[in-house]
């Protein structure tokens, strides 16, 4: 028996993208959920985007653009994503390890 007999290769490496996209996923909205504000600490950026936003935001009949409440809201959506996203690479590798293919 040669190593690697009855593993299926491809679930394999599809686990393993799955794993550092959820690993990626999880570093960016984990730093947007705890700190949005040490992003912008002086709030340049912020009044930047919401001047040059602003009528554009009005025409689709939004009052302003976010806020950090809603980026920590958005960031913790996909912060569960990302352990969604993990949960399945553990799941695809295991069932490549054990023969069971796309």
Same mark, same amino acid.
């Given at each position: 028996?040669?190593?690697?007999?009855?593993?299926?290769?491809? /679930?394999?490496?599809?686990?393993?993208?799955?794993?550092?996209?959820?690993?990626?996923?999880?570093?960016?909205?984990?730093?947007?959920? @705890?700190?949005?504000?040490?992003?912008?600490?002086?709030?340049?950026?912020?009044?930047?985007?919401?001047?040059?936003?602003?009528? /554009?935001? @009005? /025409? @689709?009949?939004?009052?302003?653009?976010?806020?950090?409440?809603?980026? @920590?809201?958005?960031?913790?959506?996909?912060?569960?994503?990302?352990?969604?996203?993990?949960?399945?690479?553990?799941?695809?590798?295991?069932?490549?390890?054990?023969?069971?293919?796309?």
């Amino acid at each position: 028996m040669s190593i690697g007999a009855g593993v299926e290769w491809r /679930s394999v490496i599809l686990g393993v993208f799955c794993l550092s996209l959820a690993a990626f996923t999880a570093i960016i909205s984990w730093r947007f959920w @705890r700190t949005p504000e040490s992003l912008d600490p002086d709030g340049w950026l912020y009044q930047t985007v919401h001047v040059r936003t602003r009528a /554009s935001w @009005r /025409s @689709r009949g939004t009052s302003a653009p976010l806020t950090m409440d809603e980026i @920590r809201r958005w960031a913790k959506g996909a912060l569960a994503m990302a352990v969604g996203l993990a949960a399945m690479g553990v799941v695809e590798i295991a069932l490549g390890l054990f023969g069971v293919g796309p």
